[in-house]
C-alpha cells in the first residue's frame, strides 16, 4: 500500500505565495512521475504541474512563470511552490504519484488540500 499526505493549502491573498507538500510513504519501489492537479467548484480536474523521475517538468500554461515543481527523492516528496497566486488558482489540490511494478503502472492520490485566493 501506498499513502500519499499533503499539507500546504490555506488561504493566502492576491499576490502571494504558498507552498503545497506531498509525501508518499509505504510499499513504493519505482516513482516514475509525482505531480498536481487541482480542481474548482463545478469544474474538471485538471493537470497542474508533473515532474519525472529524471527531472523534467510540465505545466499547464496557466500557471507558467509561476509555480515551481520540485522534488526530494530521499524523502518521497513532491512539492509546489506557488507564486503571484491568483483567485482564478482557488481549488482543491490534489497530489499524484505513478509507480511502476514489472512494467505495470499505479496511480496513487492524495486527499486533497483546499488553496484559496482572496483578491
Known amino acids: 500500500q501506498v499513502q500519499l499526505v499533503e499539507s500546504g493549502g490555506g488561504l493566502v491573498q492576491a499576490g502571494g505565495s504558498l507552498r503545497l507538500s506531498c509525501a508518499a510513504s509505504g510499499s513504493i519501489f519505482s516513482i516514475r512521475v509525482m505531480g498536481w492537479y487541482r480542481q474548482a467548484p463545478g469544474k474538471q480536474r485538471d493537470l497542474v504541474a508533473t515532474i519525472t523521475s529524471g527531472g523534467s517538468t510540465n505545466y499547464v500554461d496557466s500557471v507558467k512563470g509561476r509555480f515551481t515543481i520540485s522534488r526530494d527523492s530521499a524523502k518521497n516528496t513532491v512539492l509546489l511552490q506557488m507564486s503571484s497566486l491568483k483567485p482564478e488558482d482557488t481549488a482543491v489540490y490534489y497530489c499524484?504519484?505513478?509507480?511502476?511494478?514489472?512494467?505495470?503502472?499505479?496511480?496513487?492520490w492524495g486527499q486533497g488540500t483546499q488553496v484559496t485566493v482572496s483578491s
Open positions: 499524484n504519484v505513478r509507480i511502476t511494478s514489472g512494467g505495470m503502472y499505479f496511480d496513487y
